[in-house]
């Protein structure tokens, strides 16, 4: 791995990933981004993991695609390279992922922050889509997932003006869990992320696939889903223990079967 790290156990049953162009403000290019999902799929068949969380540094969680990468390139160019197929894979991922975000988190990097399942932003963080400034617009999902974290009028206004919105902004706005000093969202990430590792690690998937599939179908289907899931669950030796630890009024001990 060129640009990104990866740490298995950085806390009992939780991952993190950093991404690694720090010159570049981790701009996404093609490798990047191939070793993020092949990190991602490897840490989803790792059993000793139950959590992720994904993260760049300080000054940048990502500034976007790698605009040096894409400048030359022509339309049949990029739809025979087929980015996107690489964020669908990452899209996959089954275990909850968090993104820890400090600094910029535009265009591509304000998308990938979004196709995490939650956020949680530093005092710093910046979010935006100025793909506009450069005579593209969003391609990884940000007229889609933006729309629907913090709705139309404020999503068309960054997607058109490409205006940056604040940490305060976008916790206010819905699209991010929470905002904290810069000293500690990676910190509070990893709570997070440790606070979902207790869990019963099926339960958690299994909940995230539902979750996840408001946002794909009609209410009707969507609470027959939740509802397979829910079935599928009691068939979970996670299932018992956690239903018997309750009424024997002791912590329960979650495997993962
Ligand atoms: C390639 C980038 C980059 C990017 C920054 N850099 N963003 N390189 N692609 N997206 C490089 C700069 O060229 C520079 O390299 C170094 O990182 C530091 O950046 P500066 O611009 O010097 O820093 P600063 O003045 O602090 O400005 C920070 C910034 C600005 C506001 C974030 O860099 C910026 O506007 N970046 C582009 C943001 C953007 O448009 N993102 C959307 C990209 S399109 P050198 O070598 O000069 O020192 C996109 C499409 C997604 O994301 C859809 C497909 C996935």
Known sequence: MEFITVEAQYAPYVALIRLNRPKELNALN????GEL???????????????????????????GADIKQMAGKTAIDMLTVDQFSTWDQI????????????????????????????IVASETAQFGQPEIKIGVMPGAGGTQRLTRAIGKAR??????TGKFISAEEAERFGLVNKVV?????LEEAVKLASTIAQMSPIASQLAKEAVNRSYETHLDEGL??????????????????????????????????
Request: one cysteine or more; a neutral charge; charged letters at 30%.
């Open 30 to 33: 093609l490798q990047l981004m």
């Open 37 to 63: 999902r092949d990190a991602l799929k490897a840490l989803d068949a790792d059993d000793t993991v139950r959590t992720i969380v994904l993260t760049g540094n300080e000054r940048a969680f990502a500034a």
């Open 91 to 118: 899209k996959k991922t089954k275990k909850p992922l968090i993104a820890a975000v400090s600094g910029f988190a535009l265009g591509g990097g304000c998308e990938l922050s979004m196709t995490c399942d939650m």
């Open 155 to 160: 999503a068309m206004e960054m997607v058109l």
């Open 181 to 185: 000093p810069v000293e500690v969202y």
């Open 224 to 257: 027959h889903f939740e509802r397979k899931n829910f079935y599928l669950l009691f068939a979970s030796e996670d299932q018992t223990e956690g239903m018997n630890a309750f009424v024997e009024k002791r912590a329960p001990e979650f495997k993962g079967k």
